[in-house]
């Protein structure tokens, strides 16, 4: 593992330019505003250097921007479905041509390397490409009465004004994935970044509104008072659904508040993904999708393997093999050439993973490689492997969040079911095998939304993305993403003859 040693506090300057072509209001009723209540700071978490000041959206922002969303609901739900098809298609387009601007501001303010924001950007406007695709696919249904006297028409129709929920870690992408949906069917909505990555969703917006999107259907809120300004909104009466991605402890607070009025909610919470080793495993596919598990976005993914459970025939190899893999990365600002690991978010965030590092250590683990945090500047952790990691750490229960992998053994496959199981998050698992039987063993068995099967990735807009326990409710992308955004109605309509 090296530290790169070209970061440097003055990095960001080359870069201004990026970050002064997004704006840094507040979007509400289709004009770029600024806040009434000041501005939030943006930091580069490799350099610790203020990038943007932001508007910082407060309550009466809010209400501004819920009378927008409101206004503009019925006459996007009206706009017919090819318009809302061929902007977000549009909207695509510009993703596409603004990839390097909207990857160099998103490592800017959040950090991973620039190939990896490249990465993200061609996700995010995949998702944007197949919600446009799937605005024109919104269909119903047409039944008789078993008795004859009657036919039912089911007919889908917009929810209406939606609060979207944002994190920091792939801010573009989870902003295109409720935003794209959202808009094809029919739904207006308030877009809130995590404070952290702003710049991000200020982007997304923008790009939209090049792509003719009319005033009000999205309205952008960067604010620092989230829980302010979120509350309110989730009480006036007008947000019909609420779509967050976050955390499991905050999320559990939003459904509270959803519940006072009866908001519908679609919850995409934390992980804590077990990754399973079969004896029969190609090491070079298990090493190949843990490396993409666990590496992926430094590990600041809710998709991250948080525990490896190798079967006892096959651990050492595959320890060795994983460890000289992550041993091998090059972490430092994200912005520099050659760097494939940047920092993490902020402070907490490394000092969690450190901490949980010492825990486990103290609990009998031992370290293969890694082990580190760089205390100068930038929130750098060296990817680290830890092995004989013990049940009770710490780690084991907590969502990790960084560049650490921790391995454990069984012998037994049915008890490292039961391990992968105890957990409250059932977002992904991953498994790793040969064997078809059990391939399908334990995927059936996995208490998960999603599996990975000989796979470290499960991330793609055609497929329905979402957890189980209490990773969340409902379902992103795919055939099931619009639905989210949709209510049924029926007509019932006698037929005498
Ligand atoms: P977080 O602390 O839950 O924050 C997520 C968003 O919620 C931020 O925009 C945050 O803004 C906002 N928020 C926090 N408290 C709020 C409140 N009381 N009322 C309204 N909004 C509030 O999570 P995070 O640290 O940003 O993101 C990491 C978490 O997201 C991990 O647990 C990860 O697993 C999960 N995640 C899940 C998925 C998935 O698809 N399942 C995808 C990505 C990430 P403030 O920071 O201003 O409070």
New binding site residues.
């Given amino acids: 593992m090296t530290f790169s040693t070209a970061t440097a506090p003055t990095s960001t300057a080359g870069h201004r330019s990026a970050i002064e072509r997004v704006p840094h209001k507040l979007l509400i009723g289709g004009e770029w505003t600024p806040s009434s209540g000041g501005t939030l700071q943006v930091f580069n978490p490799a350099t610790e250097e203020l990038i943007a000041e932001v508007a910082d959206a407060t309550v009466e922002d809010a209400q501004r921007a819920l009378r927008a969303a409101a206004d503009a609901q019925t006459g996007w739900a009206r706009t017919p479905a090819r318009t809302r098809s061929e902007i977000l298609y549009r909207a695509y387009e510009l993703m596409v041509e603004r990839t390097d601007l909207l990857a160099e501001v998103m490592t800017l303010e959040m950090g991973k390397p620039l190939a990896e924001a490249r990465g993200e950007v061609a996700y995010a406007a995949d998702l944007i490409r197949w919600f446009a695709e799937e605005a024109v696919r919104i269909d119903g249904g047409y039944t008789h009465r078993p008795d004859g006297t009657a036919r039912n028409i089911q007919l889908k129709q917009p929810v209406g004004p939606c609060l979207l929920?944002?994190?920091?870690?792939?801010p573009l992408a989870?902003g295109a994935r409720k935003v794209g949906p959202a808009i094809a069917a029919g739904c207006t909505s308030i877009l809130?970044?995590?404070?952290q990555t702003p710049l991000s969703s200020l982007a997304l917006a923008q790009l939209l509104m090049d792509a003719g999107l009319p005033a009000g259907v999205l309205n952008v809120l960067p604010?620092?008072r989230?829980?302010e300004i979120?509350?309110p909104m989730l009480g006036s009466g007008i947000i019909r659904k609420l779509s967050?991605?976050?955390?499991?402890?905050?999320?559990k607070?939003?459904l509270g508040q959803a519940a006072r009025n009866v908001v519908r909610t679609s919850m995409?919470?934390?992980?804590n993904a077990p990754f399973l080793v079969l004896a029969d495993a190609d090491l070079d596919v298990a090493v190949d999708a843990a490396f993409a598990a666990k590496m992926r976005n430094m590990g600041e993914?809710?998709t991250a393997a948080n525990r490896f459970l190798v079967h006892t025939s096959v651990a050492e190899e595959f320890t060795t093999r994983l460890a000289e893999r992550m041993g091998a990365l090059t972490v430092g600002n994200g912005l520099h050439e050659g760097v494939e690991v940047g920092p993490l978010i902020d402070e907490a965030a490394r000092d969690k993973v450190r901490d949980l590092t010492r825990d486990a250590l103290e609990r009998g683990a031992r370290l293969v490689t890694g082990g580190e945090t760089r205390h100068t500047t930038g929130y750098l952790v060296e990817p680290t492997v830890l092995t004989n990691v013990a049940p009770d750490s710490a780690l084991n229960n907590t969502?990790i969040?960084g560049p650490l992998a921790a391995i454990q053994t069984f012998t037994d496959l049915d008890e490292a079911i039961a391990r992968a199981n105890d957990t409250e998050s059932g977002?992904v698992g991953y498994v790793i095998t040969r064997d078809i039987d059990q391939a399908l063993n334990v995927s059936e068995q996995l208490e998960v939304g999603m599996v990975g099967l000989n796979t470290g990735i499960v991330s793609t807009p055609s497929a329905p993305?979402?957890?189980v326990k209490q990773?969340?409710v409902g379902r992103?992308g795919g055939r099931l993403g619009i639905e989210e955004y949709l209510e049924t109605k029926y007509i019932s309509i006698p037929v005498r003859h």
């Fill in positions: 929920i944002v994190p920091w870690n792939f989870m809130k970044p995590a404070p604010t620092s989230a829980g979120v509350e967050f991605t976050g955390s499991t402890a905050v999320g607070i939003l995409e919470l934390g992980g993914a809710c969502e969040f977002l993305f979402g957890g990773s969340g992103e």
